[in-house]
């Protein structure tokens, strides 16, 4: 079973800057389309980056001009960076993988964001 581990989150102050980073195990990342998403309370997990295996990228309209994601296929890590964050950005992050119509989730990595 494929699994997915994020890291970088914490607290940071708005107008700062974070990185996110997922790894993830096995021998086929490279043919993985990964996704970072983020739920705040009470709201439902929207999509906020995603890139395909051929590095095709997409960004929800919010954090478009301040994250950028990325992958690194020979670390088997794929990378959200938060430029310019704000209050509004505070959420649980998580990676998701979808490889043939199926999806695999991380754990999630906290962001708060403080004004």
């Known amino acids: 079973q494929v699994q997915l581990a994020e890291s970088g989150g914490g607290l940071v102050q708005a107008g700062g800057s974070l990185r996110l980073s997922c790894a993830v195990s096995?021998?086929?990342?490279?043919?993985?389309?990964m996704g970072w998403y983020r739920q705040a309370p009470g709201k439902q997990r929207d999509l906020v980056a995603g890139?395909?295996?051929?590095?095709?990228?997409n960004y929800a309209d919010s954090v478009k001009g301040r994250f950028t994601i990325s992958r690194d296929n020979a670390k088997n890590t794929v990378y959200l960076q938060m430029n310019s964050v704000k209050p509004e950005d505070t959420a649980v992050y998580y990676c998701?993988?979808?490889?043939?119509?199926?999806?695999?989730w991380g754990q999630g990595t906290q962001v708060t964001v403080s004004s």
């Open positions: 890139i395909t295996s051929d590095g095709s990228t």
């Open positions: 096995g021998s086929l990342f490279s043919r993985y389309n």
């Open positions: 998701r993988r979808e490889y043939w119509g199926t999806y695999v």
